[in-house]
């Protein structure tokens, strides 16, 4: 960006300068207008220098016109790059997503997390491989208890979930002292995947859902309930693996720090109240936390048991 600028000013510099020397020539034919001579070779180069403005003017106009375009195109390379967003004002383009080495970024971290914890949804795009739904701390809880730390993610994060066809999911234990068993269910009432029974921190086995349109609900605790999409027309083709667990928002940095050192890459994070008022781990500031790796699933989520564990919610 710098060359360009200094180029510009350079142009306009060159510029301003010619428009002075007319100017000069200008005052100087005047004063000398009685001399037939002097005036022919004033406007001689008069038109010299009416020339020399036009073609540099040119110039700078070409490479004005040359900067745009090359400034537009990396605008739209970027834009066309793959993303991996929730819905609620997030559309496709809005969040950019660098996936290198596992490695993922964006560039507004915070804008991925907030619509999650806004909205319940998380639609991945085909780099991401396999997808860990956590069951946060007192996730059997009814609705309008008032246990629950998000409202739209109080018995599933995400509770709602869209993914690329070939994508591999699992749930993550985070309720302590509660046995859970998922039920997957598709869109005719057939039951298609139930999982292990799994305690405070597990996980259970893992599938890969054919596409269509999905239900998750709990064996014992009816009141659970979530959504999978497995999107037809996209398959998945990377090898990354995501999900977001909630954590205080005082012990943030341990957590951070425990994620890392397990390999996690922290890929966006959100600062909210907790909607719990009556149990007190539960409430005061949390933070949601997205992740992503590029383990394999089943160490990924092995990894984050004993983060699950530490967890101060009981």
Same mark, same amino acid.
């Given at each position: 960006?710098?060359?360009?600028?200094?180029?510009?000013? +350079?142009?306009?510099?060159?510029?301003?300068?010619?428009?002075?020397?007319?100017?000069?020539?200008?005052?100087?034919? $005047?004063?000398?207008?009685?001399?037939?001579?002097?005036?022919?070779?004033?406007?001689?180069?008069?038109?010299?220098?009416?020339?020399?403005?036009?073609?540099?003017?040119?110039?700078?106009?070409?490479?004005?016109?040359?900067?745009?375009?090359?400034?537009?195109?990396?605008?739209?390379?970027? /834009?066309?790059?793959?993303?991996?967003? +929730?819905?609620?004002?997030?559309?496709?383009?809005?969040?950019?997503?660098?996936?290198?080495?596992?490695?993922?970024?964006?560039?507004?971290?915070?804008?991925? &997390?907030?619509?999650?914890? %806004?909205?319940?949804?998380?639609?991945?795009?085909?780099?991401?491989?396999?997808?860990?739904?956590?069951?946060?701390?007192?996730?059997?809880?009814? %609705?309008?208890? /008032?246990?629950?730390?998000?409202?739209?993610?109080?018995?599933?994060?995400?509770? /709602?979930?869209?993914?690329?066809?070939?994508?591999?999911?699992?749930?993550?234990?985070? %309720?302590?002292?509660?046995?859970?068993?998922?039920?997957?269910?598709?869109?005719?009432?057939?039951?298609?995947?139930?999982?292990?029974?799994?305690?405070?921190?597990? &996980?259970?086995?893992?599938?890969?859902?054919?596409?269509?349109?999905?239900?998750?609900? %709990?064996?014992?605790?009816?009141?659970?309930?979530?959504?999978?999409?497995?999107?037809?027309? $996209?398959?998945?083709?990377? /090898?990354?693996?995501?999900?977001?667990?909630?954590?205080?928002?005082?012990?943030?940095?341990?957590?951070?720090?425990?994620?890392?050192?397990?390999?996690?890459?922290?890929?966006?994070?959100?600062?909210?109240?907790?909607?719990?008022?009556?149990?007190?781990?539960?409430?005061?500031?949390?933070?949601?936390?997205?992740?992503?790796?590029?383990?394999?699933?089943?160490?990924?989520?092995?990894?984050?048991?004993?983060?699950?564990?530490?967890?101060?919610?009981?």
């Amino acid at each position: 960006m710098l060359l360009p600028l200094i180029l510009n000013d +350079s142009l306009i510099h060159l510029l301003l300068n010619h428009l002075n020397n007319i100017k000069l020539y200008v005052l100087r034919m $005047v004063q000398t207008n009685n001399n037939p001579i002097c005036w022919i070779k004033h406007h001689q180069i008069n038109l010299q220098m009416t020339v020399s403005v036009i073609f540099i003017s040119f110039v700078f106009l070409t490479y004005a016109i040359s900067f745009t375009v090359y400034s537009s195109q990396n605008v739209l390379a970027q /834009n066309s790059v793959d993303t991996f967003s +929730s819905t609620g004002g997030i559309s496709a383009g809005s969040n950019t997503a660098n996936v290198n080495n596992g490695s993922v970024s964006f560039n507004n971290s915070n804008l991925l &997390a907030k619509s999650i914890y %806004d909205t319940g949804k998380l639609v991945m795009i085909p780099s991401f491989s396999g997808i860990i739904i956590s069951l946060p701390d007192e996730t059997h809880h009814f %609705d309008n208890e /008032n246990l629950r730390i998000s409202l739209e993610n109080g018995h599933y994060l995400p509770e /709602n979930l869209v993914i690329s066809s070939g994508t591999a999911i699992v749930f993550v234990h985070g %309720d302590p002292n509660h046995v859970h068993t998922e039920i997957v269910t598709d869109s005719n009432g057939n039951r298609v995947w139930t999982t292990n029974t799994i305690s405070h921190p597990g &996980a259970t086995d893992s599938k890969v859902l054919p596409p269509g349109s999905y239900t998750i609900t %709990d064996a014992k605790y009816p009141s659970m309930k979530g959504t999978i999409t497995v999107e037809p027309n $996209v398959k998945s083709n990377g /090898n990354l693996v995501t999900g977001a667990i909630f954590a205080p928002t005082p012990s943030l940095e341990q957590y951070r720090s425990q994620l890392q050192s397990a390999g996690f890459q922290i890929s966006s994070t959100f600062d909210f109240t907790s909607a719990v008022t009556k149990q007190k781990d539960l409430a005061g500031p949390t933070t949601l936390i997205v992740y992503s790796t590029s383990q394999p699933l089943d160490n990924a989520k092995t990894k984050l048991l004993p983060i699950l564990k530490s967890l101060p919610y009981r």
